[in-house]
């Protein structure tokens, strides 16, 4: 074991795919710079900058992946993927379906994602329930340096498009890139335990759609992704000091849905609370609201999502995405009735 | 016609005043994320913005402070936007790289080559509600490879519309040389879309008015769109904190941290072959020396290279730049004063 950071993890594991497949190639704007070690280690034949040009290289990367290659692609943030979106959600997404599972598209796009260091809505922006709305695509939100490390080793094993989202906050090299550049005047709130941690020596492939706990609890159980699972823990440490004992479960994804673990949790506790940074509206809190119906269930369920375009303000931002102060404050009903 | 230099020297003053003041305010941790200012863009801004008048639209890059305030925006109200204030142009929930003004029709975004169908949607309008009145759109040379940029271009010709596409070209498409990643020449493309296409020196603020007068006028006329290729320096490069600008500033400390995973990675097992490292390697080199012939002479700085053309006599010049500094320092004091009130 060795300890990395989220963004040292998903660099490492790259590298090590890399070595092992020459099939491997990776590409999107400036990954001369933004990976320049991998650029000087592998050649720009497979570390190519791009041109800005999202609609073009994801596309590309689509018929290389159809063709052999497995690239692994970069668009620096979701919100940018939306200029791609015909590749994605058209193309990308339809290759095995429509060849019957004749032909597959086994391709990775990395984008950063999330929010909490004051770039504003349209580079702030979550988005997964957008991309895992549609059949043929994973879509994969890793936590920690292990799970960014291990699934991105699954993703690219895998034989299907798999969108991989490095949630801004938990990524040094995106938080010095976009947030702080280079000041030490500006601080943010990042979880510590997503930002560094253990990870193996040799990468092995950490199974899609599988959820993970992070804490365990009977009194109810909160499910997110991302840094949201972060701020959950933290939340449930207060509820703890309370008697609320909590099961934090952390998704790893959104497609593949672990829908097992929700369901049995929530059927254990009796008290479910969705942490969502994507948008409320027509997203996971809304999808795991139904599958806990479907399963016949009717849990105490609340949700602490983002409820509108981010603000770049700092304070009306930091109140906008999921803190810990409402994940507490929309657990208190319940401690209140029991 | 000629350009009234000492009106435009002020605008340009004042934008590149009041985005000197931002940067100390970002450097300060005041304003959180990026910060793209147009530093060495400000030839190109006031030559166009000043063919502008009432009805007229703005479609903005990520870089809309300096346009936004040669428009006539309050100086305050951006920078109370940038901090993120109640009082800012948009209350706050924009920053720096979504201003908007309703009043003055200009309206800035994040998404690269964004301004191109956002001015042709303008210029829409303008057909059925102003005719006669023109959008501009300004954009980087990185932007020329965004597929809705380019599709911009083909609609504002087949439909006449009366656009004027400025393109400031620093030479990088974000980080990356454009040359790199451009294939072409940027104003053989142009013409191919069936509109003028015309090189100008952007830091040479009349040579800018004059280009984009002709232009203006053409729209304004039915004419339908034209392009402008302004070749131009910025010494902060992308975004303040720009990594290339910081080796090249301080090349012991940030290649310090570099230094190491690089050295791995140069000898690192199954990459590729020597050459491939090497040429990397070169690659690299050369655009950190890129960014480092930036800072050396800023030759082309136009807020410098007008004011060496005014002939005004030391005396009425100082006083206007003084007259200028107190207003933009006003601004500033009156923002940061909102912000502590807050």
């Known amino acids: ?67 052999g290659l497995r690239p692994v692609v970069e668009v620096m943030m979701v919100d940018f993927l939306a200029v791609a979106a015909d590749a994605v959600f058209n193309h990308a997404a339809k290759v095995e379906g429509f060849s019957g599972g004749r032909w597959t598209a086994p391709m990775v796009i990395r984008c950063g994602c999330g929010g909490g260091y004051g770039d504003g809505g349209q580079h702030q922006q979550a988005l997964w329930a957008w991309l895992a709305h549609v059949p043929g695509l994973k879509v994969v939100v890793p936590s920690t340096p292990a799970d960014a490390g291990g699934l991105l080793t699954a993703a690219i094993a895998d034989d299907g498009p798999v969108v991989f989202m490095e949630h801004k906050l938990l990524a040094d090299d995106w938080r010095g890139y976009l947030g702080s550049g280079g000041r030490d005047t500006v601080a943010y709130d990042v979880p510590t335990a997503g930002r560094e941690g253990e990870v193996p020596e040799r990468w092995e492939a950490t199974p899609l759609g599988e959820a993970v706990i992070r804490r365990a609890g009977d009194d109810l159980v909160i499910v997110g992704v991302g840094v949201g699972i972060h701020r959950g823990a933290e939340a449930a440490a207060v509820l703890a000091e309370g008697g609320c004992e909590a099961t934090v479960l952390d998704l790893r994804g959104v497609r593949p849905l672990d829908r097992e673990a929700i369901v049995e949790h929530a059927r254990r506790t009796g008290r479910v609370l969705v942490v969502d940074e994507d948008y409320r509206d027509f997203g996971l809190s809304g999808e795991i609201a139904a599958l806990l119906l479907e399963a016949g269930i009717g849990p105490a369920y609340a949700r602490v999502c983002v409820d509108d375009t981010l603000p770049f303000a700092h304070d009306a931002e930091r109140r906008a995405l999921p803190n810990v102060e409402r994940i507490v404050a929309a657990v208190q009903p319940w401690l209140a009735a029991t | 016609m000629q350009p009234d230099r000492v009106d435009l020297y002020r605008r340009m003053l004042r934008s590149r005043l009041v985005e000197q003041a931002i940067a100390v305010l970002w450097h300060q941790g005041r304003i959180s994320g990026e910060m793209h200012l147009g530093i060495g863009e400000e030839g190109i801004c006031a030559g166009v ?263 005004l006599g030391t005396a009425a010049l100082e006083e206007l730049e003084a007259g200028i500094e107190g207003e933009v320092q006003q601004a500033v004091r009156r923002a940061v004063a909102e912000g502590d009130a807050a």
């Open chain 2, 49 to 311: 913005i000043d063919q502008l008048g009432d009805g007229d639209a703005l479609a903005l890059d990520h870089r809309g402070t300096a346009p936004l305030v040669m428009r006539g925006v309050d100086p305050a109200a951006v920078i109370a936007e940038c901090l993120g204030l109640p009082a800012g142009l948009c209350g706050g929930m924009g920053g720096h790289m979504h201003l908007m003004s309703r009043d003055h029709l200009a309206a800035a975004s994040g998404i690269v080559g964004a301004a191109g169908p956002m001015a042709c949607g303008f210029a829409l309008a303008h057909q059925h509600l102003r005719p006669g009145r023109v959008a501009v759109a300004f954009f980087g040379e990185g932007a020329t490879n965004q597929g809705m940029l380019l599709e911009a271009f083909n609609l504002a010709v087949c439909w006449t519309l009366p656009v004027v596409f400025v393109c400031k070209d620093n030479g990088m498409a974000i980080t990356t040389p454009s040359t790199k990643v451009t294939g072409g020449d940027l104003l053989e493309r142009l013409r191919g879309f069936g509109m003028p296409a015309v090189p100008v020196d952007g830091s040479d603020v009349e040579a800018v008015w004059r280009a984009s007068r002709e232009a203006v006028d053409r729209a304004r006329h039915g004419g339908g769109p034209s392009f402008l290729l302004a070749r131009c320096v910025r010494p902060d490069g992308h975004f303040l904190g720009d990594a290339l600008v910081e080796i090249a500033r301080h090349p012991m400390r940030e290649l310090g941290a570099r230094a190491g995973p690089l050295a791995r990675a140069a000898v690192g097992e199954s990459g590729g072959s020597l050459f491939e490292r090497a040429a990397s390697l070169v690659s690299l080199t050369a655009s950190i020396g890129r960014s480092a012939a930036s800072q050396v002479v800023w030759r082309r700085d136009p807020v410098r290279k007008l004011r060496g053309r005014l002939d």
């Open chain 1, 1 to 67: 074991m060795r300890t990395l950071t989220y963004a040292e993890a998903i660099e490492d594991a790259l590298a090590q795919a890399m070595a092992a497949d020459e099939r491997v190639v990776t590409f999107g704007e400036d990954v001369h710079g933004l990976r320049m070690n991998l650029y000087t280690r592998f050649g720009e034949a497979r570390v190519r900058p791009a041109p800005i040009s999202e609609a073009a290289f994801v596309g590309a990367a689509v018929g290389a992946a159809m063709a």
